[in-house]
Each structure stands twice: as C-alpha cells, then as structure tokens.
C-alpha cells in the first residue's frame, strides 16, 4: 500500500504534465506557440494574425481563462487537463466553402484519437468528438477580418485527464474516463499532421463529404435540434455538399448551417 506521502507525490502534477514543445516534429507550415496561460488560444491566434502571422500558427494553451465554445458558451477547462489548440488558416478556397473547415478538424481529430487511443471515435454533427458515445471533444470555428483578408481560425478542446467531477456536463468524457492514458505531447503531434493531411487534401480540392459520411454518427438518427427560437424533430438523413445537416421532419427536407443536435432513442432502440 503506498504511504500517504507517496500516495500525493503521485498526484495531478506528475499525472498532468506540461507539454514539451520540443519534442514536436511538425509538417510545414505548422509551427507552435504555447502558451502557459491564454484567454483563449482563439483569440490569440485572431490577434497574431491582426499582427501579421501567416497561415500555419498553431496556439496552444496549457490553461485558458475564459476559454469560448459554441453558440456562446464558455469552455472550461484545469490547467494541464486537456488539449486546447488553435488553428491560423488562410485557405486558398471559396470562403463559402470554408464551413467544412471544423468538420475536417473533426476528422483529423478522430484520426489521432484513434492513433494514439485505440478507441474509435466518432463525430456528432457539427463539431463533437465523441468517445464511446460520449463528448470528449469540441471544435469552435471563427473568421477574422485583418486588412479585408479573411482568416479562419479553428479551435478544439480534447479532453484528456478530467476526472468526472471536473466536467462541465454529466455526459461529457475525457480520455483518462475512457481508459486511455495519453501524452498531451504526443496526442498534440498526432492532431497536427492528421489536421495537415486532411488540410492539404481539401486544399488541393478533395471534397471531404464521404469521409465525414463514415466517421459521422448522426446520420440515420431521430433526432431534436435545438436553433434559437425553433425546436425541429426529424430524422438526419444526410450532410450536405456544403457540410449542413439534412433532416427530413413532417415530410419536409430542412437543410440546417447551425443547431444543437439531441439523440432521441428510438422506441425499437430502448
Ligand atoms: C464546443 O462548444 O464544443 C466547441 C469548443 C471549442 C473549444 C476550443 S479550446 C481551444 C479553442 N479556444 C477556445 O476558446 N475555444 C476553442
């Protein structure tokens, strides 16, 4: 049995420890910023642009103070806990085209999730990143103007070493809750080359649309999806070329950019 002085040495300081920018060997034009303590990494890779930084940024933050989520929510998380990146994005694509930039985080992120867990994740339309059908993961996109040139910055949050009670919500995960003991370090360069695959692909024109198909666990669902001032039941039929969800409900087709979707379990499925 260990004593209760080893029993402490052993807590959230050796088991959460700092990233090691150091030991990242990341694909061009990626290159790191962290940060011990940020607002939120969103809003610092929107000012590094408004400074001048090109496309490639990568902002990380060990604890973020007022950390943003979608649809105006905080996110909050313990220093050390988890991952919470920013993506600095130029793309050289039609701006109406860049709504599937979070959608293809989302990918990249279930792929190194997969890599470095051996858990397979899946991905609840728009942005979550579940494990084990529970959210481990968040994406947040933004645009910002500098000089009439817009950027794209794209934000995750990984959870990775919460226990329970430092979740926000009952049903939300972290990796160390789903047995998988990582290094934010490793889990870090796995997110940057997926994200850089997955980037480089829908740069170069690949349409992403079957893949999001496949790791995408919405689809075929009944589902509630909450809008401001609307409520819509139906069943998700499909994502759209431009990355909206489809959803069928009272025999009409509803194509939605935006919505907080709920599961609804299926009499057959209780
Ligand atoms: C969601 O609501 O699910 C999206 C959460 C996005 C959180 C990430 S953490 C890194 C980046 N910085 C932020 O302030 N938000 C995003």
Redesign the pocket.
Known sequence: MPSANLFSMNSSADVRPPLEPARLSLPKPFRVEVLETAV????VAAARFQEGESEGLVVVAEH?TA????LD?D?ITPARSSL???FLLTPQVEVTRWTWLPLLTGLAAASALAEVTQIAPKLKWP??VLLNGRKAG???LELVEHQSAPAAIV???INVHQAQDELPVPDATSLALEGAAVDRTQLLQALVEAFSREYDAWCGGLDPRERYRDECDTIGREVVVHMIGQDLRGTVQDVDETGQLVVLADGQVHHLAVGDVEYVRRQDQI
């Open positions: 939120s990494t969103n809003a973020q950390g943003r989520g979608r929510r996110w919470t990146v920013s942005n979550d968040g994406i947040l934000g995750i949050g």
